[in-house]
């Protein structure tokens, strides 16, 4: 290639990078005040999480507009090639994460005698482990490490422990009290939220490792991204 195309598809990725950076930047601050806004019953600041969603997905639609030129006009290679794949793929991701942070917002004024439920208690120390994953993951792809990446994907057996005891506490509390069964069904969603919040955060880490290294984790689980 010459001098100028090296740099234009330089220019280009670094413009990936930063897409995908600030996708992951409000995806975590979505995750964040998705859960304030829970914890104080704040409805307004879910109407915002909720509402300031369709950012996320236009930086998505950035991604694949330059995802597909980037291939279309330089035809990158090996490296190169992973790089892009990457990012397309990362990007998809976070849009999803910050689709379940806004479900959860939408699940705020629709839990009853919150002070009785125990598992309100326990979703803020969960999603603080979904939204360091989220965080970690993306500090590893910006640095390529790959060891970042495999620390990550470590962590979601905590997150997947979190969500089976609140799921078990939760059955065992709406069998003894029917008439919270609504509220802790919407609880329960926030948990299974978060839950694939670490999941996808855990997809994002094998990317991240894929395209640093050019392989897959060994015993990659087979995690179904929807």
């Known amino acids: 290639m010459t001098e100028h195309t090296v740099k234009a598809f330089d220019e280009d990725i670094t413009r990936l990078r930063g897409l995908i950076a600030e996708m992951g930047g ?31 997905d236009q930086k998505e639609m950035e991604v694949d507009r330059l995802a597909v030129r ?39 004024g629709e839990i009853e005698g919150r002070k009785r439920f125990e ?34 994907v470590a962590r979601d057996d905590k997150v997947d422990s979190f ?17 919270t069964i609504s509220s802790a069904a919407q609880l329960l969603f926030v948990a299974r939220n978060l839950e694939r919040i670490g999941d996808h955060a855990t997809n994002v880490a094998e990317m991240v490792h894929y395209a640093a290294t050019g392989d897959y984790l060994p015993d990659r689980d087979e995690r179904v991204v929807n």
């Open 119 to 152: 598992p309100l208690t326990l979703l803020p120390a969960m999603a603080d482990i979904a939204r360091s994953m989220v965080h970690d993951v993306l500090t590893a792809y910006a640095a390529r490490d790959s060891e970042a990446a495999k620390d990550v």
């Open 26 to 56: 409000l995806a975590e601050v979505a995750i964040g005040e998705a859960m304030d806004a829970l914890v104080r019953h704040d409805v307004e600041l879910a109407k915002e999480v909720v509402a300031r969603d369709k950012h996320l």
């Open 70 to 108: 980037v291939i279309a006009l330089r035809a990158p290679m090996a490296d190169d090639l992973r790089e892009v794949i990457a990012a397309l793929k990362i990007a998809g991701m976070l849009e999803r994460i910050g689709d379940y942070a806004k479900n959860i917002a939408k699940r705020v």
């Open 163 to 179: 969500y089976n005891s609140i799921f078990r506490n939760l059955v065992s509390y709406m069998m003894e009290n029917p008439g």
